[in-house]
């Protein structure tokens, strides 16, 4: 009878499979699908172990954002039959726990054990962190708390002591690689970027999953007609605002000239470009920041004494005021003119600065991290360190580099002035490196 009454119907038609936003479609379904967490959820790692024992602790979950530390609390509880009660520490406050923990009592009363996933947990005072104390020891609750801080200084010590602390990684290139394959499985088709562009992706995600999804859905969401290059995918995922432009033509002419006069080591033409400014009723102080910004840039440490000397005209200008307090600009003008020269220190900056936001937020080697607390001991923070003063040459030859990258030669000073000094300081520490020894 009922099939009658539908029988002139067309049937419902069966929902998109690319409804709700892609993180949330890719979430993992059980464990074994979550990426760049193995050694926690595999056979041997902590939450495995727990799985296959039927039988979970209060646990901490440590790691930086988009890691996956929601989804592996969902899927524990699943693993082993808990309700899960999900919380976040930042929109809750003492009712919303009062009540989670109310919930949870009378779950217990007829036979169901609670998860208690508390997000951001460091947000919680140290009073509220107490509050979870007698539930965690009666067993009312299984307290899984997410943080991106470090549990020795977020959470009381009487929390820490009750729970234990696992700490999840950043995901790899190989982990971010799956998540864009998933993706453009869940899609239908690849993603519209050339193989370059593709690594630059995953490079700008940071080990952030979440983002990196986000990032992808922007992609397919609209239609690329040819697959986007590195420049064409950050022009677009990236817009930027256009450059306000003062229309100061002869402004920016004078101190490009004043600017390229010192680099060319021409101290008559720099001290004619910086009079025609002075003259033409430039702010001093304006030049002068541009004369500092030279001592850096195109001077550095072939002599330190060229950054020294600019402030000290800062110093004297402001003391003197104009038009005494000018003279100290032509003479910090004069010395950079003069001065040998090296961008070193400039190049360096920019080397390191790409490093950085290529590598992300890779840790720092254990060796070189220190220990205030015990858990950081236990978890091998200070192991091995080399102090310097110790050894011969007051040189150890120690790592402070992180394990997942090869060490890069960002500053590469001349052989002119004071860098030449430093550059045969430099030879003599890279033979003892290479020798394997630090004296």
């Known amino acids: 009878m009922a099939d009658d009454l539908f029988a002139d119907q067309e049937p419902p038609a069966p929902v998109p499979s690319g409804d709700g936003p892609l993180a949330e479609r890719l979430r993992p379904k059980t464990l074994s699908d979550v990426v760049g967490q193995e050694h926690l959820t595999g056979p041997d ?8 024992a039927g039988q979970l602790s209060s646990i901490i ?13 969902r899927l524990l509880a699943e693993a082993v039959g808990l309700r899960f009660a999900p919380l976040s520490a930042v929109f809750s406050g003492v009712a919303d726990l009062k009540k989670a923990f109310a919930d949870a009592e009378k779950m217990a009363a007829a036979g169901q054990r609670t998860l208690l996933f508390v997000d ?4 919680f005072n140290r009073a509220q962190q107490d509050g979870f104390l007698p539930f965690v020891e009666r067993g009312t609750v299984v307290l899984v708390g997410a943080t991106t801080e470090n549990p020795s200084f977020a959470l009381n010590a009487a929390l820490l002591s009750r729970a234990q602390v696992l700490v999840l990684h950043r995901l790899g290139e190989a982990a971010l690689g799956m998540l864009i394959e998933r993706a453009e499985a869940d899609i239908g088709q690849r993603l519209p970027v050339t193989a370059e562009a593709r690594a630059a992706l995953i490079a700008s995600a940071d080990g ?11 992609l397919f969401s609209v239609t690329i007609e040819k697959p986007l290059d590195p420049g064409e995918l ?7 605002m256009p450059v306000y432009d003062k229309d100061r033509d002869g402004h920016y002419n004078l101190i490009s000239a004043l600017h390229k006069a010192m680099r060319g080591s021409d101290p008559q033409a720099s001290l004619y470009w910086l009079a025609r400014m002075l003259v033409a009723g430039e702010e001093p102080l304006y030049v002068l920041r541009r004369i500092t910004r030279f001592a850096s840039e195109d ?9 020294v000397q600019c402030l000290a005209a800062k110093d004297a200008y402001q003391f003197l005021g104009s038009p005494e307090g000018e003279l100290a600009i032509v003479q910090a003008c004069l010395y950079c003119a003069t001065a040998p020269k090296s961008n070193a220190a400039y190049m360096a900056q920019k080397a390191a600065w790409r490093a950085a936001r290529d590598t992300g937020s890779l840790a720092p080697p254990a060796n070189i991290l220190n220990a205030p607390t015990k858990l950081m001991k236990d978890l091998g923070y200070g192991a091995g ?9 007051g040189f150890s030859g120690d790592n402070y580099w992180p394990g997942e990258m090869q ?11 004071f860098e030449k000094r430093i550059a045969e300081r430099m030879a003599w520490w890279d033979e003892r490196r290479r020798e394997g020894r630090g004296g």
């Open 61 to 73: 979950l440590w790691g930086p954002p988009g890691t996956g530390k929601t989804t592996i609390a």
């Open 45 to 52: 790692g902590a939450i495995g172990r727990m799985v296959a």
């Open 120 to 123: 951001e947990i460091h947000r």
């Open 407 to 417: 060490p890069l030669d960002l500053y590469r000073p001349v052989d002119r002035g």
């Open 385 to 393: 360190y080399a102090y310097d003063h110790d050894a011969p040459e």
């Open 299 to 307: 001077v550095g440490l072939a002599d330190p004494q060229a950054l």
């Open 208 to 218: 952030d999953g979440r983002f990196l999804l986000n990032q992808v859905e922007t």
């Open 234 to 240: 950050a022009g677009f995922l990236h817009r930027r």
